[in-house]
């Protein structure tokens, strides 16, 4: 199993930044592809980024392309995001996730595992 907490989100103005954290936990937690998802209210999940294992590949979704930067420390079994330029259609639920034993990217929410129970990211206008 695999246990994933994130944490950064809060409240914040548009044009701003936050750094989103997720730490992982358990025996697939250095050696599995991560990505971050978010929710909107009413909306589906939907793929925000991806890194493979060996942090040499990462994939963004076009819409925060340039503005996020996913990153990953397997020594201290962290990955984060950094969001800058942040706009009010980013608020959203943000979920960690990992794929089991699996070091390549994966962009469909159910070619993840394991997920984070998520922390609210609130850009305000």
């Known amino acids: 199993q695999v246990q994933l907490v994130e944490s950064g989100g809060g409240l914040v103005q548009a044009g701003g930044s936050l750094r989103l954290s997720c730490a992982a936990s358990?025996?697939?937690?250095?050696?599995?592809?991560m990505g971050w998802f978010r929710q909107a209210p009413g909306k589906e999940r939907e793929f925000v980024a991806g890194i493979s294992y060996s942090g040499d590949v990462t994939y963004y979704a076009d819409s925060v392309k340039g503005r996020f930067t996913i990153s990953r420390d397997n020594a201290k079994n962290t990955v984060h995001l950094q969001m800058n330029s942040l706009k009010s259609e980013d608020t959203a639920v943000y979920y960690c996730?990992?794929?089991?034993?699996?070091?390549?990217?994966?962009?469909?929410?159910?070619?993840?595992?394991?997920w984070g129970q998520g922390t609210q990211v609130t850009v305000s206008s």
């Open positions: 996730a990992a794929r089991a034993f699996a070091y390549a990217v994966a962009r469909a929410h159910y070619d993840y595992d394991y």
């Open positions: 358990g025996r697939t937690s250095s050696s599995s592809a």
